[in-house]
Each structure stands twice: as C-alpha cells, then as structure tokens.
C-alpha cells in the first residue's frame, strides 16, 4: 500500500464527524455476519461502529481515552466511528495498570496491530474489485479505486474480510499524516464527571446489601484480645458486629485485625464503631515512634551497606581537593485518593462478585481464589472508576476485607474506609536517609560517596525481587542522572527492622532518588560558586550521550541536556532575581523514558514561603494527546507540592499520629501555584508521563529556596523550617 | 425513628432518618443520589460541597434535623442538561481527571458565582480553597472560574 495515500491533511468537518460516513455513493451489499473480530483489540460491527476493547483502569489519567485516538489513526477513520468498551479480565493473563506505561505500551504494541487489521480491510477491498490492493485509497473509513465510482466500508467489507487471512504485518501511519495523534481530546468520561453521575467503587449497591466500617488494630501486627459489641448493636441501623482476624505481616496485601460493623447505611456503621470497646494486645511495634526510626535509620547509615552501583577505583585522597559531605531525609507519606478504599463484595457458597475500585486485577483474582479457594469461573471481578490511586489502589486488602465480610455475614457488604482510617492505616510511601560526600577540583566534583537507607517495598512483600540483597528500586533511580564524575560509589541499606507497610507511590523512589541527586548537584555548583544550570550543562558533555542504566535500559544524555537547555530558556534563568526572590533548577530521566526539566520561581520574605510559578519542559516521545498529558504534568507538579510543603506521617507508640486532611494537608486552590509547560517535539514514541513531573519538583523548589534565602532544605516537609 | 420532609432540587423527598444523621448519608444512602462525595466526612475536602438556600454547605456537617425547609441543590440539580455556566466551563477547560472532588468542586463555584457574579481573586481563593484536589486540577478550574464568570455575564 503507497502510504502516501494516508497523508491526507484535509480536517475533518464538524458536520462529517457528525454522520460518520460522508455522504456519497456506498456500496450496497449487505454482509451476512453481525460482527468480525480479527485480533483481541477491535470487533468490526455491521453497523459501521468499531469496538475497541482495552483493558487499562481509569483513575484520572485516560489512557483509554487516548488510545482510541490510535486506533482511528492507524485504521483511517472519523473518531466517533470508535466505540470505547474497557474490558479488564482479570483472569486473561496480566491484567494491571501502572508503572507510567500504559500509553506507552498501546503506542507500541498495538498500533501494529491496528495496521494489520487495516490492511486485511484493503486486501478485502481489493479482492472484492479484483484489483490489486496496493490501488486502494483508504480515507476517513470508506475504500475507493480511481476506476470506481463507489466507494466500499469497513462495514460493507466484513464478510469478505472474514475470510482472507490477517497479514502478519502492515505499515504504521507516519507522524506526519496524523490527524488524531498529537491533538487535544477530552476524557470519554467528561460528561459523567460534569454531573454527577459517573460510578465510582462508593457508588456500587446490589440488593440487600449491609454498609460496612472496621476498626483497625492501630500497630502493625497487633492482635485483637477481646471486644465487646453490645453498645454499637443498639445504635439504630447497625446490624452485625464481626471481628477479622488480620493477614500475617509478610502477606502481600498486608491487612491488621480489626472489628467490623455492619449496618443498614455507612453513617450507622461508622457511628457503630465509636460504641465498640476493643482491647488490643499492641505487640512489639508499639516501639515504633519517629525518634526510634531516625535512630535506626543513623544506626545503619553508620554501619556497612550493598554497594550497588560504583565506577573504577577510589582516587587517593591527595588528588581531592575540598571535600563536602551532608545528610538528607524524606519522611513517610500517605497516598490519600479523595475516593476512600472501598469494595462491594457478594459472597455465596457458590461464588463470589466484587465491584472495587483497584487497578491490580490479577492480583486481585489471585487473592479472592487464595481466600475462597474459588476456581476463575466462580469468581466475577468489576473494576469500577477510580477516584484516583497514586499506587494505592494496586493492592487489594480493601477487598479482600470486604469478601470476608461478606462471608461472615451471608450479604453483600459495601466497606467503606473513613479519611481517618485511609490516614492513619495506609501503606506509606518509604521514609529514608541519605549521606552524601563530594570531593571537588578546579571547580568540578571527582567524586560522590552516597549511603542510601530506606524501607524496601520488595523486602516486604516480595523478597525474591531482592538481587544478591539489592532493591533495585531504591537504587536505580540514582543512577539516573548522567552528571560525569569521576568517582562515584553508592550503597544501600534496608531498614527491615521497621515494620511500616511501604507501598509504590506516584514515582516512589524517583522521587527522593530525585529530591537527594538534584539538591547535591546544586549544593556543589554553589560550594564553587558557579550557576547551577551551567555547571550541571558542564558535566553533561564530557562522554557519549547513551549510558545503560542496567539491563537494556539506556539513557540519552543529549535529551537530559536538551530539557536543561530547554528550561533555561523557558523560564528566563539568566532574568536577574528581584529582592527575596529565587530560583532553583532541577531534571530528571525515568524507567518508563521520559524527561523533564523544572525551574521553580519563589520568595521568601522574613520567614514565609510563597512559591510563585513552576516552568516544566518534557520530553516524553510522541505526545499523544496533548490535554492529558499536560494534565499529568501539572497533577504530578501538584502532588509533589502537596508532599513537600506540609504533609508527613509520623509515629508514636506504633500509631500514625496523624488523621485528615487537617493533620496530613494536601495543596489547596490558593497555594497552587502558577504552571507553565512546554511539551517538546519528539520522534521517539510514546513514553510515559504518569510520574515524571513530581520528581524534579521537589529539588526546584527546594534550590529556589536557597537561591531566595541561603537556607539549604535538606529535609521534607518544609514546614520544620518555614511558613508555608 | 423521626420522618423528615426534604426539598431536594426543587422536588420533596421524606425519609426516616435518625436526627443527627449527616445529609451527606441521607443524599447517598436513603435517597441513592450518589453524585454528592463522601472524602473526610470532617467539613475539610469539601468533597460534599452543596447548596442550601444558594449558600455552599459540606453536606457531611450538616445534620438532616438541621435542614428544615431549606431549599437544598445537589450536583444532579444544577442544570438541566449540563449546561450551567459552571460546567459548561469545566467542559471547555477539561478540568476533571479522576473527578470525585468534582461535584464539590463545580458546587462550590457555582455557589459562588450565585452569591457574587463578579468575585475577586481573593474570593474565588477563599470559595475554591474550601474543596481539595489530590490530582492537582487548579489551575485548570482557574482558567475555567474565569471563563464562568465571562459566560454568566451573557444575557
């Protein structure tokens, strides 16, 4: 097929889009089947209506809006003609959503597959004329010939289509004749939102169901010793009082014990559980407090690590020059969605449905089978709208908790966690500590000595992602920053001693990784007095531009200059700073193959912080749909504010000291500040943007602060040190 | 158990209900109307955020026996056809990502519109700081406020 025939640069009218099919002369025979499926992605109806079927969860970040947009692309019709059907089978392979990678993914992996299905299409064109497909002119959904007058469609072509064989390949669109890819679309979900009316896991209700709230044991691990449930049984509405025994600590989705109350509306239960009395037997984490975990954490970084990353041999200390060390800390922080976990569970004897809000079916399904014994065919999972997640929602405690509910009681139960219970029994985005130690000459680092200390998401739920004692995980987000020193040695050491459920967190460690890597770089450009855009520039020329990350990851240095180049001319770097004012830079590279560059604008005047105006520059492959990548961006910028300026989790006796959004504040209107973005052109495909802006965030903010005051923030949240 | 007689967007609705019982859990449990959230139940996100009497009220603070006759208006009663100003701006904004704070969010803002049609900076700050977003939607509600408040001038 002469691809030329796709370039078609006419836009399409609003009128045409309206109708579907222009009007002219079609074809009339009428096709025997209903429908044709030639791969797992599109059915082809008689109708004219093409199915997409995806399978990625929708919290917020559309990517099933997007990839509609792919799909007419590579099968050269008008949009409307794709109806969106989200299927997440949690029983057909692995079924998940994360990682940033799920436009990525489609980008690569199933635009060929649309191209193939286009191609059969052709090849059925050409063989209903008898004429070689390669005549063929494919455009806006109908298939012409220059010797004929009518035109044939998708639809008038199914029979025919059905029977020739899919070709194994077929060519993509080229970038330069998209008409969908690389333009702004709305959410498909964007009415529903308006009013109202979009269902969300709080939102599902079966017949006869009970409301549920459990009170949790507030210690990891702690066990229930006895409780009495005759008060909460009188309050009007409640209805049961069941105790749940907990998972053991190593479980995957680790949840305590707890004492459940079951009513006839959510207020009834959640009433119910102030009238409980429960003892608890705490155990041993009640040891657990902030000064015991900083302590900890000291202790380790003192003590000998896992090398895990290092290039050649240590100079001797007579080729250093000055020599600067220091020590950083991120805190525990929670991932509080605005939509509190909950599910909807239905259990009989035979079987078992859930309606829940989670972006982890596989696992889910793994869980339900582990706990009923249930085989596939017996267990029917619906994956509802999510109010958001930021990793939270990729374990299923929630659910299971409400499966066994369900069990107990005979009815459906929908559980419902209450903000104070999201707060203060997460699972937490890791605290850690960092040292860190420069030698610098003539002006550049020789080298770097880091010592990182965290909590291991994978020690605790998944050893045997452990390598020879590394996480990767914590590791390999250090490795992104392609700065030329000499000499670097980095170590880590897993604070396993703390049992705190730690969980993947919109970045995770990229994040800190992030916050550490770029808050050094501009603590050496200042020990030697040079701008930190130009002295991270300086050390970004000196070897060539791909380095391995590990395994077959490959970073590219040109595109890591190309973001600070970018920034710098985006934000006005070299503006000169008026009285009180700063600015600080940061940059990042990421698993999923993006980068980006921020430059945060700030004031501090006495003690009080305003952050004025964030500037982003991304580089993220082919943009897709340009709305929601820029809302990714400016959501991740926000996230990390939200993080940085007040929130922490802490500890005493074992328990979150902390409870809502009065304790754990999240951004508000008045503090968000102003976000300029630029999005940069690209002939790499699609990456991911799900968690990429947050990471340099926290370092811009952070170096605009000392720009503005001198005060070096070496610790999160800045609320220790300033007004906010 | 005390009956209450609610007007809910301009409609009567009774239900039996204990007194203190949180409109919130009357809007969503009793009467299925789940377009109002529920995300700290605290009067803190304003997650719940409606009207009562025109003025913006989180709806988990707001006991059923308090209600009386106030008229209340929820997000399924703000417009016929989402058409109100308010949301016809989110729509060109394409505020929404994951959208559960967007109920209290659209009623918070056409609340304020209602009480002053002309709010300053400082009031549409104090109005919106009232509903948290966790997906980091503001600056898109701020461009779309601006363009509400153009939109509602038109005759």
Known sequence: ?724 | MPSYSLSINGQMHTVEAPGEMPLLWVLRDLLDMKGTKYGCGLGICGSCMIMVEGKAKTACLLPVQAVGKQAITTIEGLSGNNDHPIQQAWRTAHVPQCGYCQSGQIMRAAALLQEEPNPSPEQIEAAMSQVLCRCGTYPRIKEAIQSAIQLSKKP
Request: hydrophobic fraction near 40%.
């Open chain 1, 1 to 724: 097929m002469n691809r030329r025939l796709f370039l078609s640069t006419a836009t399409l009218a609003s009128g045409s889009l309206m109708l579907g099919i222009k009007a002219r002369a079609q074809a009339s025979f009428p096709p025997t089947i209903d429908d044709f499926q030639p791969n797992r992605l599109l059915v082809f109806q008689k109708d004219g209506i093409i199915r997409l079927i995806t399978n990625k969860t929708e919290m917020g970040q559309g990517t099933n809006s997007s990839i509609r947009l792919l799909a007419a692309e590579e099968l050269c019709v008008p949009l409307d003609w794709i109806h969106q059907e989200v299927r997440v089978p949690a029983d057909e392979g692995f079924v998940g959503t994360g990682g940033s990678w799920g436009m990525a993914g489609y980008y690569r992996g199933a635009r060929p597959i649309f191209a193939t299905a286009r191609q059969l299409f052709v090849n059925a064109a050409g063989q209903y004329w008898s004429v070689d497909p390669k005549q063929i002119i494919l455009e806006e959904g109908e298939f012409r010939h220059p010797t004929k007058s009518e035109s044939v469609s998708y639809a008038s072509l199914l029979e025919v289509a059905s029977k020739l064989e899919v070709p194994e390949e077929a060519p993509l669109i080229l970038a330069q004749a998209f008409k969908y890819i690389g333009k702004s679309h709305p959410h498909v979900h964007l009415e529903a939102q308006l009013n109202g009316t979009l269902p969300y896991g709080i939102d599902q209700q079966c017949e006869d169901m009970l409301y549920a709230s459990i009170e949790r044991c507030p210690v990891t691990q702690g066990k229930l010793k006895r409780f009495d449930s005759t008060a909460a049984l009188h309050f009007p509405g409640v209805q049961a009082v069941i105790p749940l025994e907990g998972t053991s600590w190593e479980a995957y989705d680790y949840f305590p014990a707890g004492v459940a109350v079951l009513a006839t509306n959510t207020w009834a239960a959640q009433q119910g559980r102030h009238l409980l009395e429960i003892e608890w037997d705490l155990g041993e984490n009640q040891k657990l407090d902030n000064d015991f975990i900083q302590r900890h954490f000291s202790e380790q970084l003192d003590g000998k690590g896992v090398v895990f990353h290092q290039t050649r041999t240590e100079p001797n200390a007579s080729e250093n020059g000055t020599t600067l060390t220091a020590i950083y800390d991120t805190p525990f922080w929670s991932h509080s969605p605005m939509e509190p976990m909950n599910t909807l569970a239905a259990y009989t004897t035979k079987g078992c449905e859930l309606w829940t809000p989670c972006h982890m079916q596989s696992r889910l399904l793994a869980a339900v089978k582990e706990v009923t014994g249930f085989s596939d065919r017996q267990i029917k999972i619906h994956t509802t709208y999510l109010g958001g997640s930021f990793g939270r929602r990729l374990l299923v405690d929630y659910a299971i908790e409400a499966l066994l509910l369900s069990k107990a009681s005979g009815k459906p139960v929908q559980l419902l966690n209450t903000r104070i219970d999201e707060t203060k029994q997460g699972h937490y985005m890791p605290a850690g500590k960092y040292r860190l130690e420069s030698s610098l000459k003539d002006g550049l680092p020789t080298s770097l000595k880091l010592k990182v200390v965290s909590l291991s998401i994978y020690a605790q739920r998944e050893p045997e992602q452990l390598k020879d004692g590394i996480d990767h995980a914590i590791g390999d987000d250090f490795l992104r920053y392609p700065y030329a020193i000499p000499y670097v040695q980095y170590e880590q050491m897993l604070a396993s001693e703390i049992q705190i459920p730690a969980l993947w967190w919109r970045g995770t460690f990229a994040n800190t990784a992030g916050f550490v890597m770029e808050s050094w770089m501009d603590e050496l450009a200042h020990s030697t007095q040079t701008d930190p855009l130009a002295f991270r520039l300086a050390l970004l020329t000196k070897t060539e531009d791909l380095v391995k990350i590990r395994g077959e990851e490959t970073m590219d240095k040109s595109l890591f200059r190309g973001v600070l180049q970018e920034i710098g001319r985006l934000s006005g770097w070299k503006k000169k700073r008026k009285k009180n004012q700063g600015r600080g830079v940061a940059a990042c590279f990421t698993f999923f193959e993006s980068y980006a560059a921020i430059v945060a604008e700030v004031s501090v005047k006495g003690n009080r912080l305003k952050i004025h105006k964030l500037y982003c520059v991304v580089e993220c492959g082919q943009v897709v749909n340009p709305n929601l990548v820029r809302a990714q961006i400016e959501g991740g910028i926000v996230f990390a504010l939200s993080a940085m300026l007040k929130a922490s989790i802490t500890f005493e006796q074992g328990e979150v000291v902390e409870n809502s959004f009065g304790d754990y504040p999240t951004l508000t209107y008045k503090e968000c500040p102003e976000i300029e973005i630029h999005l940069l052109p690209s002939e790499r495909p699609a990456c991911g943007v799900g968690e990429l802006s947050n990471i340099p965030t926290f370092a811009a903010v952070t170096n605009a602060i000392f720009d503005a005051c001198g005060l070096r923030i070496r610790s999160l949240p800045l609320n220790q040190y300033l007004e906010v």
